[in-house]
């Protein structure tokens, strides 16, 4: 199983920047479809981004579209999350996730390897 940590969490203000980075353990990573999603609270885990193994297929939920971007650098086994024009209503716990699979997914059943998560907060 692929181990994943998170980083790059933090408070900033609203229209600020973030990069938070996703460090996988397998140099296989490769063959990873990889994705971020964040959570709230008492909310259910939410897919943001979602990125296929050689980068050619990015998904992105509606609510982070043009202000987000997914990548990835195998040779890093890294996955990256730009966000850019942050919202108070972005602040969440972010999450990366990995399978092993061709499909780029948009649901949490669809990985199965998590990291701990990076706190995000967004002041308004």
């Known amino acids: 199983q692929v181990l994943l940590v998170e980083s790059g969490g933090g408070l900033v203000q609203a229209g600020g920047s973030l990069r938070l980075s996703c460090a996988a353990s397998?140099?296989?990573?490769?063959?990873?479809?990889m994705g971020w999603f964040r959570q709230n609270d008492g909310k259910e885990r939410e897919f943001i981004a979602g990125i296929s193994r050689r980068g050619g297929t990015i998904y992105y939920a509606d609510s982070v579209k043009g202000r987000f971007a997914i990548s990835r650098d195998n040779s890093k086994n890294t996955v990256y999350l730009q966000m850019n024009s942050l919202k108070p209503e972005d602040t969440a716990r972010y999450y990366c996730?990995?399978?092993?699979?061709?499909?780029?997914?948009?649901?949490?059943?669809?990985?199965?390897?998590w990291g701990q998560g990076t706190q995000v907060t967004v002041s308004s």
């Open positions: 996730a990995a399978k092993q699979t061709a499909v780029v997914g948009r649901s949490v059943g669809n990985y199965d390897a």
């Open positions: 397998d140099r296989t990573i490769s063959t990873y479809v």
